[in-house]
């Protein structure tokens, strides 16, 4: 068998399953289960009786004489027929919300795109996009490299929020609470770390669709300034925001964070989680972060870096870290050590380093390792769908990319060689320094 029918027959038979156990499973959230049909408040043992009794009556319609009866014995049909109706409707619904949100209110599978990109160019682009980073240390031409990231965030953007949900990050794994909680805590910390007021405004350095800006907008009743280079990602951002009653606290502006389109000395704070890692230099994007920061303000990352474990020498460490690199639109991934670096060259103290995926902090990955069999199904849905023409064509294989890249991501995080949120937290001082006005 060769490795597209084995994967095949493992993708039907990982969502036959999934599928089985979701049928004998909730319907709605909380909804009707198989195994829970019952006969309304008819006792158990007279369903068949009752049924029988219902049959004779209602055979032939036509010849009911006795009008008065009917109330009663619709009363015995819908005994006998709830249950199954709400677990079929309840089980045509959940089908529906497999292609459904992914968080509350989300993006359905039949409604994935390429963002900006027309339908009918999503596979070229997505040709493009690979060619140009299938080999990360190669790419010379830095100035393409933002062009690159937008075609890049137009294929997996929709996939993203669907598969994922607003905030495209990662956090540690927190006992007891669920993925969503655990987000919003790495969200609301970036936030605390920077000490902002209400009515305070700070900057969000490559906001995404914005599930971080809402967060932290509502956490701390600051107003929430997001860049994005994604034009999709600011109609997304700025249609969630709205939805979620947030628009008066949280703008967005498309532009790219390497020039960015905001005066000197104007925010009172910034941050930026797992962003900065597409910028070709980190020196360019941290001087125009430096820039339009008020002096005294704070700016907190979570950076992607390779950590003190990852060697170069060791061929499966490359192997991981060029994976990461080339399905994540990564220009080169960063060694931890130049991170800090790199904020003192441009200016800023350093408050605090640390890398928040050590322990005791429980580990990023594992919500990659149990996405599993729903990646199987999601790609079975993704196939079906483009077959059909109501997904584009290439969403298949932008999908297999993730897929891959999934798994790369998590080989980094069982290694140990990658982190993504090596935090760094920094202040741009109140007056320039000699060493930086002279240099
Ligand atoms: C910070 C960045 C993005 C980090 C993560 C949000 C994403 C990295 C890999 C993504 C995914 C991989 C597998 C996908 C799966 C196959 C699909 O069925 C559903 C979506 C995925 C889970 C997808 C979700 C987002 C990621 C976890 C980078 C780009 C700097
Ligand atoms: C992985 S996403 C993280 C989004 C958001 N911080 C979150 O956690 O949900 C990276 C973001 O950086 C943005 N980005 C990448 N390069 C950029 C650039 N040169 N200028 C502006 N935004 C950029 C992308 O458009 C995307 O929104």
Not at 388 to 414: C, N, Q, S, W
Request: aromatic share 12%; with cysteine; net charge neutral.
């Amino acid at each position: 068998m060769d490795s597209l029918a084995l994967f095949c027959t493992g993708a039907l038979i990982a969502g036959g399953i999934y599928w089985f156990v979701c049928i004998l499973g909730p319907a709605e959230q909380k909804g009707k289960r198989a195994v829970d049909l019952s006969g309304g408040s008819i006792s158990a043992e007279k369903v068949q009786d009752n049924y029988k009794q219902y049959w004779s009556f209602f055979r032939r319609p036509k010849e009911i004489e006795t009008a008065e009866k009917v109330p009663d014995f619709v009363d015995t049909f819908y005994n006998l027929v709830t249950d199954i109706y709400e677990w079929g409707w309840g089980g045509i619904y959940w089908f529906v919300c497999i292609l459904g949100p992914a968080e509350q209110k989300g993006k359905r599978a039949v409604d994935l795109s390429g963002g900006s990109i027309s339908a009918e160019k999503v596979q070229d682009n997505y040709k493009q996009y690979w060619s140009f980073f299938r080999r990360p240390k190669e790419i010379e031409t830095a100035e393409k490299v933002p062009d690159f990231v937008d075609t890049f965030y137009n294929l997996v953007t929709d996939i993203y929020e669907w598969g994922w949900g607003q905030s495209f990050h990662f956090s540690p794994s927190i006992p007891g609470k669920s993925h969503l909680e655990a987000t919003r805590l790495h969200e609301q910390m970036a936030v605390d770390l920077i000490n902002v007021k209400p009515g305070d405004r700070i900057l969000d350095v490559g906001c995404g669709v914005g599930g971080p800006m809402r967060a932290i907008a509502a956490h701390s009743r600051a107003k929430v300034v997001g860049i994005t280079i994604n034009d999709y990602q600011v109609n997304r951002a700025r249609m969630h925001n709205k939805k979620a009653g947030l628009d008066s606290l949280c703008e967005v502006v498309q532009g790219n964070f390497l020039e960015m389109p905001f005066p000197d000395n104007s925010f009172d704070g910034a941050y930026s989680i797992e962003a900065t890692c597409h910028a070709p230099k980190l020196e360019e994007v941290y001087s125009e972060i430096f820039r339009v920061m008020k002096p005294g303000s704070l700016y907190v990352s979570y950076e992607w870096v390779t950590t003190d474990k990852f060697k170069s020498s060791d061929p499966e460490h490359v192997e991981v870290i060029q994976g990461i690199e080339r399905g994540d639109a990564l220009p080169g991934l960063r060694n931890y050590a130049d991170i800090a670096e790199t904020a003192r060259k441009v200016g800023f103290e350093v408050v605090k380093e640390k890398d928040l995926a050590k322990p005791p902090a429980k580990p990023w990955w594992t919500r990659l390792k149990m996405g599993r069999i729903a990646y199987w199904r999601n790609h079975i849905v993704v196939t079906i769908l483009s077959a059909l023409g109501i997904a584009p064509k290439g969403t298949v294989d932008v999908h297999e990319m993730l897929f891959k890249t999934a798994d790369y991501l998590t080989r980094g995080g069982d290694t140990g060689i990658f982190s993504p949120m090596h935090m760094i937290l920094c202040r741009k001082p109140e007056k320039k320094t000699e060493e930086t006005s002279s240099s």
